[in-house]
T-cell receptor, first 111, second 114 residues
Framework: GENVEQHPSTLSVQEGDSAVIKCTYS??????FPWYKQELGKRPQLIIDIRSNVGEKKDQRIAVTLNKTAKHFSLHITETQPEDSAVYFC??????????FGTGTKLQVIP | DAGVIQSPRHEVTEMGQEVTLRCKPI?????LFWYRQTMMRGLELLIY????????DSGMPEDRFSAKMPNASFSTLKIQPSEPRDSAVYFC????????????FGNGTRLTVT
């Protein structure tokens, strides 16, 4: 089955700096890669996603890149703000079916 | 759209008791997933259904866990008997079956087994 690895597990940045979270996956059949943000005590919510036929996608301060050859994808947050502090999960979906999550990255933005 | 609805929000029970968690997916969603979240293991997929049929239950930890989806609008996750190590937040999520659609999570059930 699919295995998703995520790094780093924790990340502290100064407000205004950029944050990068990296994930790798194992199943070459994976073709959809969503990213979720989970605030303390709340449910995970989708923030951005990318499909396998796209190399990069951007939405305001958030961007995701995908390298299918290397089987890795990354989340980039620019101009970080305190409200970006949360746990971020990457995920991979082989054949648009089962969704396997990475282990999460706890991001702390220091004002 | 009310979103994915889970009940109860919190459950505290004693070891050995039966626990039933409930989920109502978003209307029209073909897939339903049950996840367990702990600090140590993150978000673990327990089981998922497609059109009410269990597709993959390889994540169900042991025979004490069972899940059903009797119709398109209701699913249950049962633990019998419960153990302290089952303490976690259990999320239900649903999505459509069309291409790359995202998961929509419920608010979760926080289970504490003493």
């Amino acid at each position: 089955g699919e295995n998703v690895e995520q790094h780093p597990s924790t990340l502290s940045v100064q407000e205004g700096d950029s944050a990068v979270i990296k994930c790798t996956y194992s199943d070459s059949a994976s073709n959809y890669f969503p990213w979720y943000k989970q605030e303390l005590g709340k449910r995970p919510q989708l923030i951005i996603d990318i499909r396998s036929n796209v190399g990069e996608k951007k939405d305001q301060r958030i961007a995701v890149t995908l390298n299918k050859t290397a089987k890795h994808f990354s989340l980039h947050i620019t101009e970080t703000q305190p409200e970006d502090s949360a746990v971020y999960f990457c995920a991979a979906t082989p054949g648009y079916q089962k969704v396997t999550f990475g282990t999460g990255t706890k991001l702390q933005v220091i004002p | 759209d009310a979103g994915v609805i889970q009940s109860p929000r919190h459950e505290v029970t004693e070891m050995g008791q039966e626990v039933t968690l409930r989920c109502k997916p978003i209307s029209g969603h073909d897939y339903l997933f049950w996840y367990r979240q702990t600090m140590m293991r993150g978000l673990e997929l327990l089981i998922y259904f497609n059109n009410n049929v269990p597709i993959d239950d390889s994540g169900m930890p042991e025979d004490r866990f069972s899940a059903k989806m009797p119709n398109a609008s209701f699913s249950t996750l049962k633990i019998q008997p419960s153990e302290p190590r089952d303490s976690a937040v259990y999320f239900c999520a649903s999505r459509t079956g069309t291409g790359s659609s995202p998961l929509h999570f419920g608010n979760g059930t926080r289970l504490t087994v003493t």
